[in-house]
């Protein structure tokens, strides 16, 4: 199994690594029985993602795509953020090995959980489908 | 950048004077061993002189020596010719343990398949396997017993002497997989009441892909391997000449400077051994005293063992771990769930296994490393942050 260059770029050096003190919406998705948890904090400001922050218990590729989705996230508007796909974590760390793939889910899903935090502490209606879990971390069974 | 190699349970680097003595069977002493011309015989001579200097090693004869492809080869062949002896018996059952190598426990995962019974013991949170444990296991229809002497991933030595006596005892056959304490620990195979014995030469700085199948004189081998007459007829196929020599003569260097090895091997270890528990939530795996004197396991909380090898290979260190993600499984090591870890603290392993390659100033450089590699993987963890907040509020009551 060999990572890209970008995967161990972005693991080596993540980008928007840390704590957020007040955040406008903090999202936290897996299972530290699975091996992997992401926690993504954002600064909201007139529906800009003015800042964001990650922290991540896990392997390199999550990491890594916790470290790229924050960036690919940064100064985008809620929407555009809401459409980030683990797709497009993928392509942008140019591949992730097959069995890592669902670690591009999990920053989709972080990334989501941290937005839909923030609607609900701000009373914002959304369509709560937008928001369903894939099933895949199994984070749902610790609520 | 220095580069430190700390992965040698999973491989050694020949040393050179193995090399020295299997060059002349690259090119010079080339013949085919069943050959009658000089050519061959040369080649025959040196093959028997490496089964008896191997068989001398370990207490054994030489005709009870069966050169194979390595550990894996040898686990499957001895399980299976087990098996075939009881079979005229109709025993059924087998007893193992729950943290045996793929090589065993896979070959003991299809048997079950095929209608055999197998018993895998509980190990202790050390890693020993307990003997009333056993005692109790085994059965009528019992046809085998196979324990591995040394474990590869925590390191912890079983009662091989115990365990030995007792299947003699109750008539049963034993095998062992002593892959990872052939070369590092005294084994003789008379003194243990061994039956089967498999070792592997890359483990103890000889090559690749040679290994060794004890078999106790009086017990019917089944044959492994169908064609010529090589190795009394249970293997057929021309012998690795080269890698056989090499074999013997790591072995020879191994049990020459066992003693020295082994002093050296644990100064390293427990220098290691003690700086890693000063780290915060970090625990040893295996059993502190019964363990292979270049083995060190750890588990660090809040950190996952993936990202800890890695970055550790980024400073030069080689190391391994029984993440679920390194394994490629979801699930973390079976060794480390064996000895009771919950999973999200198995996920957290590392594995540095040492040899006489090894020096002090390497310890310092890894010691150093680590500790700043643990802080930074930590910082970044919602895991740690959860963990310490927790030991805060235990700490204000
Ligand atoms: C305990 C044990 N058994 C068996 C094996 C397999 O040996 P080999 O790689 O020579 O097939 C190994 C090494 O990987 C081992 O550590």
Redesign the pocket.
Known sequence: MAYSKKVMDHFANPRNVGKMDNADGVGEVGNAKCGDIMKVYLKVDDDIITDVKFNTFGCASAIATSSIATEMIKGKNLQEALSLSNKAVVDALDGLPPSKVHCSVLAEEAVKAAISDYYIRNNIAHDSELFKCTGCCNSCDNL | MQRIYVDN??TTAISPEVLEAMMPFMQEVYGNPSSIHSFGQEASAALEKARLEIAEILGAKSKEIYFTS????S?NWAINAALSIGAKRGKKHIVSSKIE?H?VLHVLKRLEKEGYEVTYLDVNGNGIVKLEDLKSAIREDTALVTI?YAN?EIGSIQPITEIGALCREKGVLFHT?A??AVGNLPVNVVEDNIDFL?L?A??FHGPKGV?VLYCRTGLALRGLIIGGAQERGRRAGTENVAAIVGMSAALKQAKDNMQANNIALKKMQAKLIDELLKIPRSRLNGDPIKRLPGNISFCFEGIEGEALLLSLDMVGIAASSGSACTSGSLDPSHVLLAIGLPHEIAHGSLRLSLSNFNTMEEMEYIIENLKIIVKRLRDMSPVWEKLEKEANTNGLQ
């Not at chain 2, 390595?70 to 080869?73: D, I, N, T, V, W």
């Open positions: 349970a999973a390595g550990g894996s080869e686990d190598h090589a591995m590869n997989d892959v990872q498999s592997s890359h483990k290994g």
